[in-house]
Nanobody, 120 residues
Framework: QVQLVESGGGLVQPGGSLRLSCAAS????????MNWYRQAPGKQRELVAT???????NYAASVKGRFTISRDNAKNTVALQMNSLKPEDSAVYYC??????????????WGQGTQVTVSS
């Protein structure tokens, strides 16, 4: 069984930084794109950042230049470095990945979410 487990959320002041991490474990053959989403109260879940297994990245306009996504393919981990945080970045952040459990079988997996609160 495959699991995604996030860590690193918390409370930070505006302008501060946080680093989120996510580790995939279980019967993993390979992982395609790894993503970070977020969902604020009363809002739809939105895609924050994506990284392919080749290392190409893409960001939402609202975080570009402030957030950096990275991954370690050998360890099946993905991280999100968040700098210059703003109150509007407050949300539950979710790790997401398309994971192959064999050469033909894949599924979209989600982590349990980690709360990020930006407030003075």
């Amino acid at each position: 069984q495959v699991q995604l487990v996030e860590s690193g959320g918390g409370l930070v002041q505006p302008g501060g930084s946080l680093r989120l991490s996510c580790a995939a474990s279980g019967s993993i053959f390979s992982i395609n794109n790894m993503n970070w989403y977020r969902q604020a109260p009363g809002k739809q879940r939105e895609l924050v950042a994506t990284i392919t297994n080749g290392g190409s990245t893409n960001y939402a306009a609202s975080v570009k230049g402030r957030f950096t996504i990275s991954r370690d393919n050998a360890k099946n981990t993905v991280a999100l470095q968040m700098n210059s945080l703003k109150p509007e970045d407050s949300a539950v952040y979710y790790c997401n990945a398309y994971i192959y459990t064999d050469a033909w079988t894949y599924k979209n997996y989600w982590g349990q979410g980690t709360q990020v609160t930006v407030s003075s």
